[in-house]
């Protein structure tokens, strides 16, 4: 099978302690989603090439994950060290997919449903692996303790290179799982073929 429309298009969407004081959380989770046009497959692709997500440079995204991450922590002094004794999250992930601006010939629409509800499966795995990261943070971080640090400053830089790390892991990740989905013969990849090349 080769597609009739090509268009390089990245799907995005990036020594611990014992535990003291652990609350639980949800993530927040929000749909945005950008108009394409078209009435056949190839035209509504052609139109995510052209409106999708920048991601870096002039390459789009048909689909992207984002998040923001806040935290409220409480830090105590203990004799000569501080410890990290509660952090809670605050995350926001926000999924941007795209939506045809007018209504679809019946076999487009179906072929479309097929599409974005894939691409919609897609992007939930980035958000697992953002909530992933959080509660590996939170792991790591409660119950984290410094020594000869009273003021607890030294503590949020130490703090400060755990998170870093996993940060990385995380988009890593990511990118490892967009690596898998969009090779040949890949989840999207086999989407994109079924919506460009569909009765």
Known sequence: ??????????????????????????????????????QTGAELYASIGEKGPQLGGTSRAIAHTNFKLLWSRKYEAQGDACTLISARPNLTI???????????????????????????????????????????????????????????????????KRLSELSLAQRQRSRDFDQTELSEGGNIHQLILKLVNGP
């Open 1 to 38: 099978m080769k597609s009739v429309v090509r268009l390089s298009l990245l799907a995005a969407c990036f020594a611990s302690s014992p535990v003291t004081a652990r609350a639980e959380w949800q993530a927040a989770e929000k749909v945005q989603t950008y108009a394409i046009a078209g």
């Open 94 to 160: 926000t999924y941007t997919l795209p939506k045809p601006a007018g209504q679809l010939p019946v076999a487009a629409r179906k072929n479309w449903e097929t599409f974005i509800a894939g691409v919609r499966d897609h992007e939930v795995v980035h958000g697992d692996i953002i909530k992933d990261m959080v509660k590996a943070i939170e792991a790591t971080s409660v119950g984290m303790s410094v020594p000869g640090d009273p003021k607890c400053q030294k503590i949020r830089t130490e703090l400060t």
